[in-house]
């Protein structure tokens, strides 16, 4: 059994049992005591949380509030539904609510001068049976200001979060930082989505969306990239070649019992093929 799949196991088996122990409210939701830095491109704090309270001052995309409560209070804007928060910054001299649209997904995502923010733009469902589309964008801000931006969209039900960012992008010659969004469901049999984000020192550049499907000990399909050294999860290896090179790789496994009912056969294949790089963004092989 694959490191991989082991992996898969784990997640889906810890997936079953929270949803069995709680229901996901949010897409995302921050705590007491996070430190979380700013979305939007400006944004008002307000003195109660709803958009008709008065605005207390603007905060710009980068800097960094403390949550100190999580409000009873949620709105939706633009499709997607969070809660207010309570946040205090400027050594606890200034409070106020901010909507939990507005503020990162990430926290302290930092690489020279660059701080890197992401966060939902908006959410649509077409009809009742339709799963909920969502809009989600990375930022590189230096100085309050945004200096780039790579958008990607998502159907999910799910929660959503970012890997720990890994600076070197695991030896990606030309690139300094990659971060991973993570999105999908908390139950078993249902997709898992990976965005990979790559940043050079001036720009970022996305790679498709992999997707992560599995169903218990009977079937899985794993899109990943392999760069030219591994992930810091032993399951995502390195080619350790060509420095200027990515792979995306598939995946796959699957049991099937056999018709004289004296057991199963596992089938199992992976397949990776080289990423193309046509001087805007990054091309996955068909």
């Given at each position: 059994?694959t ?44 003195s ?13 995309a ?28 400027n ?19 930092v ?24 809009s989600?964008?990375i ?35 030309g690139?300094?930082?990659?971060m991973i ?6 139950t ?8 990979y ?22 079937f ?21 070649g ?20 004296t ?19 990054w091309i996955?092989?068909?």
């Amino acid at each position: 059994m694959t490191h991989l799949f082991r992996h898969i196991l784990f997640l889906c088996f810890f997936f079953c049992l929270s949803v069995l122990s709680a229901q996901q409210t949010y897409l995302f939701q921050w705590n007491p005591n996070d430190t979380v830095a700013v979305f939007g491109d400006k944004i008002n704090v307000r003195s109660q949380p709803s958009t008709d309270a008065t605005a207390v001052t603007q905060l710009v995309a980068g800097d960094e509030v403390i949550i100190e409560e999580v409000s009873t209070q949620s709105s939706t804007l633009n499709g997607v539904t969070l809660p207010w928060y309570k946040v205090h910054w400027n050594n606890k001299k200034s409070s106020g609510f901010v909507w939990g649209g507005l503020l990162s997904i990430m926290s302290r995502a930092v690489s020279s001068d660059t701080r890197f923010v992401a966060g939902v733009l908006k959410s649509v469902k077409k009809s009742a049976n339709d799963i909920r589309e969502y809009s989600f964008e990375i930022r590189a801000v230096r100085k309050g200001e945004v200096s780039g931006k790579v958008t990607t969209t998502i159907q999910t039900e799910g929660s959503v979060y970012l890997r720990q960012i890994e600076h070197g992008a695991r030896d990606l010659k030309g690139y300094s930082t990659l971060m991973i969004l993570a999105i999908g469901y908390e139950t078993c049999g249902n997709p898992l989505h990976e965005w990979y984000v790559l940043w050079n020192g001036s720009q970022l550049s996305a790679l498709p969306v992999c997707k992560t499907e599995s169903d218990g000990g009977d079937f899985y399909h794993a899109e990943y990239y392999v760069f030219p050294q591994e992930g810091p999860d032993e399951s995502r290896p390195g080619h350790y070649g060509d420095e200027s090179q990515v792979f995306f790789s598939v995946e796959q496994h699957e049991r099937e019992d056999r018709e004289d009912n004296t057991g199963w056969d596992e089938n199992r294949s992976v397949r990776a093929r080289l990423m193309r790089w046509d001087g805007k963004q990054w091309i996955k092989p068909k």
